[in-house]
T-cell receptor
């Protein structure tokens, strides 16, 4: 089945710097890759997603890139702010059955220091 | 936030007792999911539903059962709770209508369960 690995597990940056989180997946048939942000004690919130027919997608300060050949995708946050501090999860769809299960990475704890 | 509620939000129970968690949605979405979240493991799928009375197992289904008798409600039952089931449980929903598609999942607020 699908397996998703996420790195790094923790990331500390200064306000204004960029942050990059990387994920690899194992099933070449996966075709949907969302990213979720989870603040302490809160629910995961979808922040951006990308499908396998697109190589890059941007939304203001966040962007996601996908390399299907290498089976990895990355989240890029530019001009980080303290409110970006949270745990970020990547996920990949698990094909088969038509019910679109998601397999999640273990998460990256991002700390943005003022 | 999507119209998803979970109850209870917090629960403490003893080993061996049955526990039922409820997920309720007002979005009329077809697909519903139960996850557990533990440190170092991200979110792991327990069970999911693709319609009323239609359910299937996820990657960590042992010790859990589910039921969906109405579109809006998805119940997760721990038949005999164990300490290893102490976790935060999240419900999620998704819909097949584009542009988002059925893969895009929205999460409920979560239930913190402690099994003593």
């Amino acid at each position: 089945g699908e397996n998703v690995e996420q790195h790094p597990s923790t990331l500390s940056v200064q306000e204004g710097d960029s942050a990059v989180i990387k994920c690899t997946y194992s099933d070449s048939a996966s075709n949907y890759f969302p990213w979720y942000k989870q603040e302490l004690g809160k629910r995961p919130q979808l922040i951006i997603d990308i499908r396998s027919n697109v190589g890059e997608k941007k939304d203001q300060r966040i962007a996601v890139t996908l390399n299907k050949t290498a089976k990895h995708f990355s989240l890029h946050i530019t001009e980080t702010q303290p409110e970006d501090s949270a745990v970020y999860f990547c996920a990949a769809s698990a094909p088969g059955g038509g019910y679109n299960k998601l397999i999640f990475g273990a998460g990256t704890r991002l700390a943005v220091h003022p | 936030d999507a119209g998803i509620t979970q109850s209870p939000r917090h629960k403490v129970t003893e080993t061996g007792t049955p526990v039922t968690l409820r997920c309720h949605q007002t979005e009329n979405h077809r697909y519903m999911y139960w996850y557990r979240q533990d440190p170092g493991h991200g979110l792991r799928l327990i069970h999911y539903s693709y319609g009323v009375k239609d359910t299937d197992k996820g990657e960590v289904s042992d010790g859990y059962s589910v039921s969906r008798s109405k579109t809006e409600d998805f119940l997760l039952t721990l038949e005999s709770a164990t300490s290893s089931q102490t976790s935060v449980y999240f419900c999620a929903i998704s819909e097949s209508r584009m542009p988002r598609g059925k893969e895009t999942q929205y999460f409920g607020p979560g239930t913190r369960l402690l099994v003593l």
